[in-house]
């Protein structure tokens, strides 16, 4: 599976962004997808995720610092994931990495990742 994320740049304080994470090489239909974003000097962070479909619907999941501010979906058809980040903070900025694997839901022990994309907020 090969991921490219794309989408991001420079944006001011409370404004929005959406990313995009396009998968190529197999359908990512049964993969669970993440994001997450690694800032200078810190380690990179789990910021949402989203399940397959088990015909329930999407379970998705977000770290405590982007809830209610960033929503992430999925188009299986399209074999894309998406994260549409609104009410953006300085704190906000960090380079964004797409992640897919098949894994049980709740595990962030991804296999497949996507190159980065620059997010970055200004006050």
């Known amino acids: 599976v090969q991921l490219q994320a794309s989408g991001g740049g420079l944006v001011q304080a409370g404004g929005s962004l959406r990313l995009s994470c396009a998968a190529s090489g197999r359908t990512v239909s049964k993969y669970v997808m993440g994001w997450f974003r690694q800032a200078p000097g810190k380690e990179r962070d789990f910021v949402g995720s989203?399940?397959?479909?088990?015909?329930?619907?999407?379970?998705?999941d977000y770290a405590d610092s982007v809830k209610g501010r960033f929503t992430i979906s999925r188009d299986n058809a399209e074999n894309m994931l998406y994260l549409q980040m609104t009410g953006l903070k300085p704190e906000d900025t960090a380079v964004y990495y797409c992640?897919?694997?098949?894994?049980?839901?709740?595990?962030?022990?991804?296999?497949?990742w996507g190159r980065g994309t620059q997010v970055t907020v200004s006050s």
């Open positions: 989203i399940s397959w479909s088990g015909g329930s619907g999407f379970y998705t």
């Open positions: 992640a897919a694997d098949r894994l049980r839901w709740g595990s962030r022990e991804y296999r497949y």
